[in-house]
Nanobody, 116 residues
Framework: QVQLVESGGGLVQAGGSLRLSCAAS????????MAWYRQAPGKQRELVAG???????NYADSVKGRFTISGDNAKNTVYLQMSSLKPEDTAVYYC??????????WGQGTQVTVSS
């Protein structure tokens, strides 16, 4: 089975940085795109950033200029570099892989807490 394992979450002060990682294992097929979502208490899960197989990226307006998504398809790994963190970035962050079969896989979630 496919598993996505996340790491890198934690507690940081406002203005600080964190780098999240997500590595997939198992019988994964060719990847169409990788992405990061987040869900804060009482809020809907939202797309934070995505990257396509060809390297194109997109970001939520709220994180543009502060977050950078990168990936390595050969290693089935996606990263999220987060800088200038704000308390409003506090959430559980989930990685997401969309593969060519049409299946979508999710990481277990990692908590990011930004203190004021």
């Amino acid at each position: 089975q496919v598993q996505l394992v996340e790491s890198g979450g934690g507690l940081v002060q406002a203005g600080g940085s964190l780098r999240l990682s997500c590595a997939a294992s198992g019988n994964i097929f060719s990847i169409n795109s990788m992405a990061w979502y987040r869900q804060a208490p009482g809020k809907q899960r939202e797309l934070v950033a995505g990257i396509t197989r060809g390297g194109g990226t997109n970001y939520a307006d709220s994180v543009k200029g502060r977050f950078t998504i990168s990936g390595d398809n050969a290693k089935n790994t996606v990263y999220l570099q987060m800088s200038s963190l704000k308390p409003e970035d506090t959430a559980v962050y989930y990685c997401n892989f969309w593969v060519v079969t049409g299946n979508v896989y999710w990481g277990q979630g990692t908590q990011v807490t930004v203190s004021s």
